[in-house]
């Protein structure tokens, strides 16, 4: 039996595992799927305050809390960019990292890296806004589609779930990344 946390993208939440976890369940693993603070039905959580570093700790809280050890630690998109700073931070709970579809950041590597300065700026702008210029309206999940980045098969029949946006934040926070002892696997 194998221990599971699945991490997901942007402008989802724990949910967007709702096909794959039943599957490794039944074939006899443990899975956890948190979700990320200010994104999916945590979406109220969101806030200015809300960064790289919440997410971060929220996976983190998660080994913890659970007593998690010989965890293979899967992150999809934006995922992998939290993945990495959970290894960073505990390393001796994790077996693997999967980086399945996800940015791999490098030292020093921010999301903003990856997505360029248009979408930073998007981001924001809206966060501005926002009702009381502390976190983004929600959005629904199928306005996403075309913004960069495919939707991944996971997802498929879940595009109408309300979500909500990143905040700027999010997109600037740099998460350093050093040498662990697990394994990493790459799946595109």
């Keep these: 039996m194998a221990v599971f946390v699945l991490v997901h ?8 595992w709702s096909r794959v976890a039943p ?3 039944a074939a006899g693993h443990r899975v956890f799927a948190p979700t990320l603070t200010g994104l999916g039905e945590r979406a109220h959580l969101c806030s200015l305050a809300v960064d790289l570093d919440t997410h971060v700790q929220d996976v983190t809280n998660v080994l913890q809390f659970e007593d998690l050890h010989d965890v293979i630690l899967v992150g999809h998109s934006y995922g992998g960019i939290v993945i990495t700073g959970v290894a960073e931070r505990t ?26 300065p ?3 700026a998007d981001a924001r702008e809206k966060a501005k806004r926002s009702r009381d210029g502390s976190r983004p309206d929600a959005i629904p999940s199928r306005s996403r589609r075309g913004r960069g980045g495919g939707r991944c098969k996971l997802d498929d029949g879940e595009a109408d779930r ?21 394994s990493h696997l790459y799946l595109l």
């Design 23 to 25: 599957l490794l369940q």
């Design 91 to 116: 390393a001796e709970r994790l077996a693997h990292l999967c980086y399945l579809d996800a940015f791999v950041p490098r030292d020093g590597q921010a999301l903003a890296d990856f997505v360029g």
């Design 162 to 182: 309300p979500s909500a946006e990143y905040d700027s934040a999010t997109y600037t926070a740099v998460q350093p990344r050093r040498p662990s002892s697990s």
């Design 118 to 120: 248009e979408m930073v």
């Design 9 to 16: 993208g942007g402008w989802v939440g724990g949910w967007y």
